[in-house]
């Protein structure tokens, strides 16, 4: 074996006397194989771009998922999914453009390129710092005036000179759905925006405690008003009502009846009386036959959450559930729904009997 350091002397040596090492010829023959090679490699390459194109080209060609067999983009209608028409054309689109918002005038039932408040200068782009045309605030390149919104238009109330986050008329800003700043309870800004934001000494703990209590509210349960266990009591003793829906009120915190069905009413008629999009408790009064033909009946209790509702609204009713039946005395049957097809009526005869 040759160890590296005969290697590295056999090196040495033969640079200190490259007479003693003669390169040997270069043969033409090498040289000529060389060039076969890379004629073959060409040949390879381009054969493979040819069939690459034929599949291509081919009925092999795989299509787009989405895509609708036989069809071009743009030859399918986007509001009713049919194929014989687009969406210019479709018998549905007046509908379908009533809940559509104006993004200038933020009214429903129209879009911007309909709305009839346009002007030609509405559609230019305008720098609400300096009023030039061309470019928007975050490109202005002069320095802010009046808080950059100098010629800026307000869609609440219509004057200039002020955003609609920042108008006296718009209680809720930058929150259209409700809400404020954690911090420091403001609604003109966002948490991250906040100017108190780290500094433990300011006023933010003022938004923190009142989130602090909302959410120890929300865990302890609500107040239950009286009217909810005397009609209750009347549903159970004598059978005046054949359903009670109860709803939370998060204004004055407490549980208060808002539907009472008569003895005539039907399933159907309970199911069709919950809102789609809130929150609710029930009672219901079922009666059924067993398989002894014995006439029987159960009261059942139904919490109603289903999942196009608020997260909030989802948490409080949770929350309070137990609290809640603590206070009805003679529930049976309990049964949690968020679909309709949770609380249908074989559903019910199941946990019934």
């Known amino acids: 074996m040759v160890s590296t350091r005969q290697r590295l002397a056999r090196k040495r040596f033969k640079e200190a006397n490259p007479h003693l090492f003669p390169e040997p010829p270069k043969d033409s023959s090498s040289s000529s194989k060389e060039k076969k090679n890379k004629k073959k490699y060409k040949n390879l390459k381009t054969l493979k771009m040819k069939t690459i194109a034929k599949k291509k080209s081919g009925s092999t060609l795989r299509k787009h998922p989405l895509r609708v067999s036989g069809m071009r983009p743009g030859e399918s209608c986007f509001i009713c999914k049919s194929s014989d028409h687009i969406a210019k054309l479709c018998p549905k689109k007046a509908q379908w453009e009533k809940n559509k918002?104006?993004?200038?005038?933020?009214?429903?039932?129209?879009?911007?390129?309909?709305?009839?408040?346009?002007?030609?200068?509405?559609?230019?782009?305008?720098?609400?710092?300096?009023?030039?045309?061309?470019?928007?605030?975050?490109?202005?390149?002069?320095?802010?005036?009046?808080?950059?919104?100098?010629?800026?238009?307000?869609?609440?109330?219509?004057?200039?000179?002020?955003?609609?986050?920042?108008?006296?008329?718009?209680?809720?800003?930058?929150?259209?759905?409700?809400?404020?700043?954690?911090?420091?309870?403001?609604?003109?800004?966002?948490?991250?925006?906040?100017?108190?934001?780290?500094?433990?000494?300011?006023?933010?703990?003022?938004?923190?405690?009142?989130?602090?209590?909302?959410?120890?509210?929300?865990?302890?349960?609500?107040?239950?008003?009286?009217?909810?266990?005397?009609?209750?009591?009347?549903?159970?003793?004598?059978?005046?009502?054949?359903?009670?829906?109860?709803?939370?009120?998060?204004?004055?915190?407490?549980?208060?009846?808002?539907?009472?069905?008569?003895?005539?009413?039907?399933?159907?008629d309970f199911t069709a009386s919950l809102p789609a999009n809130e929150c609710r408790y029930a009672v219901f009064d079922f009666d059924f036959v067993t398989d002894e033909n014995c006439q029987k009946s159960k009261i059942i209790f139904i919490s109603w959450s289903p999942d196009t509702s608020r997260v909030r609204s989802k948490m409080l009713y949770a929350s309070s559930k137990d609290r809640f039946k603590r206070e009805l005395d003679g529930i049976q049957v309990e049964l949690q729904a968020t679909d309709p097809s949770e609380m249908s009526l074989d559903i019910v005869k199941g946990r019934a009997f």
Do not use: W
């Open 101 to 268: 918002i104006c993004l200038l005038c933020r009214q429903r039932g129209h879009s911007l390129k309909n709305c009839p408040e346009k002007n030609d200068t509405n559609e230019k782009k305008l720098c609400y710092n300096c009023g030039e045309a061309g470019h928007s605030l975050s490109k202005c390149p002069h320095p802010l005036q009046d808080g950059g919104t100098k010629y800026a238009n307000c869609f609440i109330c219509k004057e200039h000179g002020h955003l609609s986050k920042h108008c006296p008329k718009n209680t809720h800003g930058i929150y259209p759905k409700g809400g404020s700043c954690k911090i420091c309870g403001e609604v003109t800004h966002f948490a991250k925006h906040c100017p108190n934001k780290g500094n433990k000494n300011s006023a933010s703990f003022v938004g923190q405690q009142r989130t602090c209590k909302l959410l120890a509210n929300s865990a302890s349960g609500m107040a239950v008003n009286d009217e909810c266990k005397l009609k209750f009591l009347e549903l159970k003793a004598k059978r005046n009502f054949r359903f009670i829906i109860f709803k939370i009120d998060e204004k004055i915190q407490q549980v208060s009846v808002e539907k009472l069905g008569q003895p005539d009413e039907s399933y159907d």
